[in-house]
């Protein structure tokens, strides 16, 4: 199974519907956690995983990301982070979301798109960006008093 994917396969993985299948429960993680949610097609041919990175020292720094195929990341939202320079020169701040491209994996960044404008809480954004990556049965996460 190849790490690089052509863009068609990278774009049917994001679209392709996921599902947490487990019994565990999850607790949005602490200032400088992470968890690591597995997540399957609904055939169990492809896995995938959602990861909640929480900034040590920056209450607003989190990181949502979806990978397929254990390493690579379909999508990634940055939130109350450094701006990011594309492969171009382009500076693009943050909070801004990085999509699988061809040939450079995720190292290309775009400012959110519109179903992303104006939400602050890191918790509706978490949702928001489960719905993005298609992830229909949704893993258990308890939401911690200050996230």
Not at 10 to 21: F, I
Not at 57 to 76: G, H, M, P, W
Not at 93 to 103: D, I, K, S, T, V
């Amino acid at each position: 199974m190849s790490l690089i994917l052509t863009q068609h396969e990278a774009d049917t993985l994001l679209a392709l519907e996921k599902h947490y299948q487990g019994e565990e429960r999850f607790f949005f993680p602490g200032l400088g956690g992470a968890i690591r949610i597995p997540l399957y097609s609904a055939d169990r041919r492809e896995e995938f995983s959602l990861d909640i990175t929480r900034g040590r020292i920056v209450l607003e720094k989190n990181t949502f990301q979806s990978r397929a195929r254990k390493a690579v990341i379909l999508a990634r939202l940055d939130l109350g982070g450094p701006s990011h320079r594309n492969p171009d020169g382009e500076e693009i701040a943050c909070p801004h979301l990085h999509l699988y491209r061809e040939g450079y994996g995720d190292k290309w960044a775009m400012i959110l798109p519109e179903a992303f404008v104006g939400v602050d809480d890191p918790w509706q954004l978490l949702a928001m960006f489960m719905d993005f990556c298609k992830v229909v049965t949704k893993p258990p996460i308890e939401r911690e008093l200050f996230i």
